[in-house]
């Protein structure tokens, strides 16, 4: 069974940093692109990294670049989005979205984890 499970949420204040883990299993992990999506309640999902399979090219929301980082370790199926300088528009619940090719668009297509609560407090 193809499985995501992202992990490392949690509460912090603005000004301060969490990293998002994202662990693949029943894949071939190195097959496909990672990216990393994000939504509130009542507002639409958006993309704010990704990372490609093959070349390691990352692409990155205005709203996240300079503060957001995104990698990938193959060897432990395992993709990170280290997250600094959160802001309080940050708070969403975080997804990882396994495709061959990221398609920017949530929940549509590939493999999709349950998500971890991101809060940043003011």
């Known amino acids: 069974q193809v499985q995501l499970v992202e992990s490392g949420g949690g509460l912090v204040q603005s000004g301060g940093s969490l990293r998002l883990t994202c662990a693949a299993s029943g894949l071939t992990f190195s097959d496909y692109g990672v990216g990393w999506y994000r939504q509130a309640p009542g507002k639409e999902c958006e993309l704010v990294a990704s990372i490609t399979k093959t070349s390691g090219i990352t692409t990155y929301a205005d709203s996240v670049k300079g503060r957001f980082t995104v990698s990938r370790d193959n060897d432990k199926n395992a993709s990170y989005l280290d997250m600094n300088n959160l802001k309080p528009e940050d708070t969403a619940v975080y997804y990882c979205?396994?495709?061959?090719?990221?398609?920017?668009?949530?929940?549509?297509?590939?493999?999709w984890g349950q998500g971890t609560q991101v809060t940043v407090s003011s």
């Open positions: 979205n396994a495709d061959p090719t990221v398609q920017g668009l949530c929940f549509i297509w590939g493999a």
